[in-house]
């Protein structure tokens, strides 16, 4: 029983990790930037859906897509202001990675004094309602959060291989110069990359931030999370970020399960260790794609 | 854009200004006839209600010790900072105090590791550091002379507390989920001691928890597969409540028990009913009727217009107390060396009971079960 107990539990935060690293890695492979304030757009998606249930009392289904489209649209802002301007051809690679790590702070001092250092509850009408599935115990919330991590997950991968956007997207991340003589608006693409990628940390933030609290230094376990997921799943690999979700979620589940709770964390950066050193184009890429 | 930084430049040097002057005036002005005591306490962060309830506790009891002339004439003055809980941030608010404000006592802080940062500094400097809530035992055994604690140390507490829970509670078998932290550490060793000494309960599980996790289901799916009769909680107000709601949904059938740190209204409202019936070891609570808990209570209820909304806020006053006590049987000026000895010659009645310390700092205190009912603390006896 623990042990079906410790799969299930594995993948429930295997799809939270998936739905993180989807949108890091979107950014990576199309728009070309590591974005280090990720886990800041997940921490203001949790934020604003707050202030959507709170002020607004509108339910938190509806609350969850508002802060997609809110957080998005900041995502946009933030990157033709910000991060476009300073990816010109002259400019160092360094530049746009700098950016983002300043965002990460800049959004965080935000918060801290826009909301206070004190936990707020982010209020679900699943969170902490038991399920029980054949002598299995997860919560409505964690359901709902592999419910709509599938998906998000399905709808780019829909996105990406059935529409005209997906093509332009990935003939972006293949060769920009190419796809730009080709006619797509390399900008453009990347705007909606972006909204794309912080409007899935946000919607990460929403499902996950309800079991536990909500404060302005949240992001920093996400950013974590996520980075570790995008690096054992390849850089820009779509596919890739969804096996290598759910490869962490069961590595630290049956870690801290059968081996020791003080190395939960360590598992899962002793994995993208172990990637790095024997598989560093990811654990489904191949060796000749160009990161 | 640009007329707005401009305008917030200008803004800014306004109040960088006027505060400069007040600090200055104000500074030199009171220098002769104010009593500077620093205070170091997490005000935002995890433990940020503890934090405030302690500081308002000092500053209830300052402001009545004031308002009957001072200590010898003299006003106290408490200078705050804030910590977040962070041994850093302790260590530079304590260079502050000792450096720049000059003080030869500093109460605090909350946390246990920043405690014994802080202590680091104080007792090399021979500054008097009284701590109103660290239960590290560690911190008494550093052979510091100016070091004394205003609460129960941790073993002590366990104590009474695993008599309670192998006696009353009847449990065979307790597992342990603590936060990886000094004070998580120390209270699970002391209470582990004490459960292999007397076989009972068994300790089945003990698991160290990251002090920044939010999700605890490996954890507690380990633990319910051991079903414990006693789950014992470690943990802060904040991760507490996290846990005792992940317990409901696993529906882990263990009676829960918590250590003093989630004694707060923080714990009530973040963990949603989550946490009824559940144990805490406390040494004072807000039913208490004797006529210095009547006091603390009314003095408090003044300055805040609200019942005191931790336990904690009754340590930040006896703090106060205790130390004002021992400043106004100091003769001359003030010294470490003098407070510290005074401080050795405390005796006074507070609302937890009678004040004295041992030659390492420690008092001698009563422990009490209270039991989450409702929105409140019952003292389960």
Redesign the interface.
């Known amino acids: 029983m623990l042990l079906f107990q410790t799969i299930s539990s594995g993948i429930v935060n295997g799809m939270i990790y998936v739905l993180l690293a989807l949108g890091l890695t979107l950014t990576f492979g199309i728009g070309r930037v590591i974005n280090f304030a990720h886990g800041e757009f997940y921490m203001l998606g949790a934020f604003a859906a707050y202030l959507v249930i709170a002020h607004l009392h509108l339910p938190y289904i509806v609350a969850l897509f508002a802060a997609a489209v809110i957080i998005g649209i900041i995502g946009v802002v933030t990157n033709r202001l910000l991060i476009l301007p300073v990816q010109r051809k002259e400019s160092s690679i360094w530049a746009p990675f700098l950016v983002t790590l300043a965002l990460m702070t800049i959004f965080q001092s935000l918060a801290l004094v826009a909301f206070g250092p004190d936990p707020y509850l982010l209020p679900s009408p699943f969170a902490n309602k038991p399920f029980n599935i054949g002598g299995i115990n997860l919560s409505q919330q964690d359901l709902f959060a592999v419910f709509i991590s599938l998906f998000f997950s399905g709808m780019l991968i829909l996105l990406l291989k059935r529409t005209n956007l997906g093509l332009a997207m990935r003939a972006v991340a293949r060769d920009t110069d190419a796809a730009c003589l080709m006619g797509i608006n390399i900008q453009a693409i990347k705007s909606v990359t972006f909204a794309l990628g912080t409007g899935m940390a946000a919607v990460a933030g929403v499902l996950l931030i309800p079991q536990a609290v909500l404060d302005p230094y949240v992001g920093r376990m996400a950013l974590l999370k996520g980075l570790a997921v995008v690096i054992l799943g390849g850089l820009g690999d779509v596919y890739g970020a969804i096996l290598g979700g759910l490869l962490l979620g069961l590595a630290e589940a049956f870690g801290s399960v059968y081996i020791s709770v003080a190395y939960k964390d360590a598992i899962g950066y002793l994995l993208m260790i172990i990637v790095l050193l024997f598989r560093p184009q990811g654990i489904i890429g191949q060796k000749t794609r160009q990161g | 854009m640009r007329s707005m930084f401009s305008r917030l430049f200008i803004l800014g040097l306004v109040l960088a200004f006027a505060f400069g002057t007040v600090g200055c005036g104000g500074g030199g002005e009171k220098k002769a006839d104010t009593i500077k005591i620093g205070v170091i306490a997490p005000l ?3 433990q ?2 503890i934090g405030k309830g302690v500081v308002d506790g000092m500053q209830s009891a300052a402001k009545i010790i004031n308002g009957s002339g001072g200590l010898g004439g003299k006003q106290i003055e408490l200078i705050v900072l804030d910590d ?1 809980n962070l041994p850093d941030e302790a260590v530079s608010a304590a260079k502050k105090l000792i450096s720049g404000e000059k003080v030869s006592i500093i109460l605090g802080s909350i946390g246990s590791s920043s405690t014994a940062a802080i202590q680091q500094l104080t007792m090399k400097q021979k500054v008097v550091l009284v701590t109103p809530v660290s239960m590290l035992p560690k911190l008494s055994q550093n052979n510091d002379q100016y070091f004394f604690r205003v609460t129960a140390t941790a073993p002590i507490r366990e104590q009474s507390f695993s008599e309670f829970v192998s006696k009353k509670l009847n449990a065979k078998t307790i597992a342990f989920l603590a936060s ?1 932290e000094d004070l998580g550490r120390a209270t699970v060793a002391a209470a582990t001691n004490l459960y292999e000494k007397s076989g009972n309960p068994k300790p089945v599980y003990t ?4 002090p ?4 605890f ?3 507690l ?2 633990i ?2 051991l079903s414990p009769d006693v789950l014992y909680i470690v943990a802060n107000s ?1 991760q507490a ?2 846990i005792v ?2 317990v ?4 882990l059938k263990s009676v829960l028990i918590g250590s003093g740190e989630a004694a707060t209204q ?1 714990f009530l ?2 963990s ?1 009913g ?1 946490g009824e019936g559940m144990y805490i070891p406390v040494d004072w609570a807000v039913s208490f009727d004797d006529p210095a808990s009547k006091k603390f209570l009314e003095a408090f209820q003044k300055d805040y217009n609200k019942l005191p909304e931790t336990k904690f806020a009754v340590q930040g006053w006896e703090t106060m107390w205790i130390v004002a006590e021992a400043i106004k049987r100091v003769e001359g000026p003030l010294t470490s060396d003098k407070l510290r000895d005074q401080m050795r010659k405390t005796d006074w009645l507070g609302p937890r009971g009678k004040w004295a310390f041992d030659a390492n700092g420690d008092p001698v205190l009563k422990t009490y079960i209270s039991q989450v009912k409702g929105n409140d603390f019952i003292i389960a006896k």
């Open positions: 935002s962060g995890n940020a209600s977040r990886n698991g160290f928890y990251d920044g996790a939010t999700d289901s490996a954890e799916n380990r319910k597969s904040v409540s996290m709601k992940q409901k949904v696993l529906q923080e409202r973040l949603q989550a």
